[in-house]
Antibody
Framework: QLQLQGSGPGLVKPSETLSLTCSVSGASISSGPYYWGWIRQPPGKGLEWIGSMYYSGSTSYSPSLKSRVTISADTSKNQFSLKLSSVTAADTAVYYC??????????????WGRGTLVTVSS | DIQMTQSPSSLSASVGDRVTITCRASQDISNYLAWFQQKPGKVPKTLIYAASRLQGGVPSKFSGSGSGTDFTLIINSLQPEDFATYYCQQYYIYPLTFGGGTKVDIK
């Protein structure tokens, strides 16, 4: 059974870098045709795609966040990570890691991690 | 970016009702559309992908249809556990984009 578990600080100061890790069990992040991605949800609002990383290592990011986002993988630990720099209060959200099933197209989210609430505040 | 517009943004329904939610894309996305259900404080759950294919374990009371720009999610015989917010999402091209959500609550 595939499981994704996000982890990381729940509080980040403005202008600093938000760093989250997603640990995957039940599947290898090096196997296709899957993407591994991050989606966020500000309190009381809708869902926003942040970015995805294909199993081969290629990445795609939301244009609105692209200048501040990096998604990377540690295949030895079967984990992937999100870094979002220069955060502001607008980045306060629940951050979900997810598996996205795709291939020649971006793919749909079929597995979701539990979600990590990150608050940006001094 | 492809804009996804859901309607209505909220609706009230009774147990046993049939509910229809629509999602419109700002351009042709073929059938690259998924639907998600989210209950308050919970993780979204994938219901449908490829516009009409049920994700594993999802009851057949949920059905999806459509292609191109217009899509529909139907929930038959609404039950208490179905009261939630529903989101559509296109995965035709990047950036992936979600609809604003439809909240289904109890009449």
């Amino acid at each position: 059974q595939l499981q994704l578990q996000g982890s990381g600080p729940g509080l980040v100061k403005p202008s600093e870098t938000l760093s989250l890790t997603c640990s995957v069990s039940g599947a290898s992040i090096s196997s296709g045709p899957y993407y591994w991605g991050w989606i966020r949800q500000p309190p009381g609002k809708g869902l926003e795609w942040i970015g995805s990383m294909y199993y081969s290592g290629s990445t795609s990011y939301s244009p609105s966040l692209k200048s501040r986002v990096t998604i990377s993988a540690d295949t030895s630990k079967n984990q992937f990570s999100l870094k979002l720099s220069s955060v502001t209060a607008a980045d306060t959200a629940v951050y979900y890691c997810a598996r996205i099933t795709g291939g020649s197209y971006p793919g749909w989210t079929d597995y979701w991690g539990r979600g990590t609430l990150v608050t940006v505040s001094s | 970016d492809i804009q996804m517009t859901q309607s209505p943004s909220s609706l009230s329904a009774s147990v046993g009702d049939r509910v229809t939610i629509t999602c419109r894309a700002s351009q042709d996305i073929s059938n690259y559309l998924a639907w998600f259900q989210q209950k308050p404080g919970k993780v979204p759950k994938t219901l449908i992908y490829a516009a009409s294919r049920l994700q594993g374990g999802v009851p057949s009371k949920f059905s999806g249809s459509g292609s191109g720009t217009d899509f529909t999610l139907i929930i038959n015989s609404l039950q208490p556990e179905d009261f939630a917010t529903y989101y559509c999402q296109q995965y035709y091209i990047y950036p992936l984009t979600f609809g604003g959500g439809t909240k289904v609550d109890i009449k």
